[in-house]
């Protein structure tokens, strides 16, 4: 295929504010983990797949298979829907402590 440009699990972002290895980003409607360290308007290496722990909202409990929601203002993962992007599913229950502050997520990569 002449028209072939990468496998496209991972592709190159610019990124929109300040990130480190391992958190979370928006771009438009894409979603990824930086898989390095970029300071805003920088390019960074961006995972689109896979199996992430994220930041989440301390206060909520998640169920496996949950739809999971990314709030680009606090940037942290979340359950609320309400002004979030959807990112795609919690894949470990997690309790609502205050200390229980990291989720893992299933990317979607449907953006």
Known sequence: MKNYVQPGNTITLTAPYAVTSGEGLLV???????????????????????????TKVGSQAWTVGAKVYWDDT?????????????????????????????????????F
């Open 28 to 54: 438009g409607s894409i979603f990824g983990v930086a898989a390095g360290t970029a300071a805003s308007g920088e390019p960074v290496e961006t995972a689109l797949v896979g199996v992430f722990d994220l």
């Open 74 to 110: 606090n940037k942290r993962t979340t359950t609320v829907s309400t002004d979030n992007t959807a990112i795609g599913v919690a894949v470990e229950a997690v309790a609502s402590g205050a200390s229980d502050t990291i989720g893992r997520v299933r990317l979607n990569a449907s």
